[in-house]
């Protein structure tokens, strides 16, 4: 575990590895469920131009797809090759509305700047999770709203992830929406909902975010532990889920 890993990553990733990371959604096989993620991120969020805090933004794919979209965007990454990546890809689509900054998003100076913000694959590479989202909590002003989209139980013990962390020096954990959910309500957030967001589920029959069975379920606060359960004493656990956590 260490910040260093993900500060040198990509001059360990080489050319191709750069590439691939700069031209997501598209260089990437899961890319169409990484669009119906980034939909499903979007629908969550207040309306543009909110001013958002994209945390642990790499490349930054997602923080150009929102400014795109209209929001006033900061992305945010620890890794000045990863920023120096994601502002030249700024430029070259000439986007006015989209900013960086390199700083350690466990040590945000920001103080109730932003309505709302997002950890799209990133808070599971935190060292200090709860550091992480004290930050995010801070950068928000009240009523701001956090959306974290990570994977849940099992990823770190996949094999892939070994060889990463092995290679890399990169940290990575399992981000499970009810360990995100209960760092989130003691640090502060009064409200918090997981949506179950899965292609899986899908073909399951038991539907993605809200219209699917389990999202009807984690609508009511008092399902949501339940909700949550299932879905890390299941193999659901291991998919991606999405939080959203109220200021
Ligand atoms: C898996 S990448 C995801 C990048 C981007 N969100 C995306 O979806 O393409 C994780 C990112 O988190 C960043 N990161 C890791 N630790 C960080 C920290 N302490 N502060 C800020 N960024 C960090 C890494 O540099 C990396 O860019």
Same mark, same amino acid.
């Given at each position: 575990m260490s910040k260093q890993g %993900?500060?040198?990553?990509?001059?360990?990733i080489g050319e191709a590895g750069l590439a691939h990371a700069v031209d997501k959604p598209f260089s990437d096989g899961g890319c169409a469920q990484m669009l119906v993620d980034i939909g499903i991120v979007?629908?969550?969020?207040?309306?543009?131009? #909110?001013?958002?805090? *994209?945390? !642990?933004? !790499?490349?930054?794919?997602t923080s150009a797809f929102l400014a795109r979209r209209g929001y006033d965007v900061t992305g945010q990454d620890i890794a000045p090759d990863m920023v120096a990546a994601a502002q030249a890809a700024r430029d070259r689509q000439g986007i006015a509305n989209l900013r960086f900054v390199v700083s350690d998003y466990e040590g945000l100076?920001? *103080?109730g700047e932003f309505d709302c913000a997002l950890f799209f694959d990133s808070l599971h590479?935190?060292?200090?999770? %709860? #550091?992480?989202?004290?930050?995010?909590?801070?950068a928000l002003r009240p009523g701001g709203i956090l959306v974290t989209h990570e994977p849940g139980e099992g990823h770190a013990a996949n094999p892939a992830?070994?060889?990463? +962390?092995?290679?890399?020096?990169?940290t990575e954990k399992d981000m499970p929406p009810?360990?995100?959910?209960a760092v989130g309500r003691r640090i502060g957030f009064s409200r918090t909902r997981i949506l179950v967001n899965s292609e899986r589920l899908v073909r399951l029959g038991l539907g993605i975010g809200e219209a !699917?069975?389990?999202?009807?379920?984690?609508?009511?606060?008092?399902?949501q532990p339940l909700v949550a359960a299932a879905m890390n004493f299941s193999?659901?656990?291991?998919?991606?889920?999405? +939080?959203?956590l109220v200021k």
């Open positions: %993900e500060i040198d990553y990509v001059r360990h979007m629908h969550l969020l207040p309306p543009p131009p #909110a001013r958002l805090l *994209d945390l !642990g933004c !790499g490349t930054g794919w100076a920001f *103080d590479h935190a060292v200090d999770e %709860e #550091a992480a989202l004290r930050s995010a909590w801070r992830t070994q060889a990463a +962390v092995a290679r890399y020096g990169v009810r360990h995100i959910v !699917g069975l389990l999202g009807k379920l984690a609508r009511y606060r008092a399902l193999r659901w656990g291991r998919l991606g889920s999405m +939080v959203v």
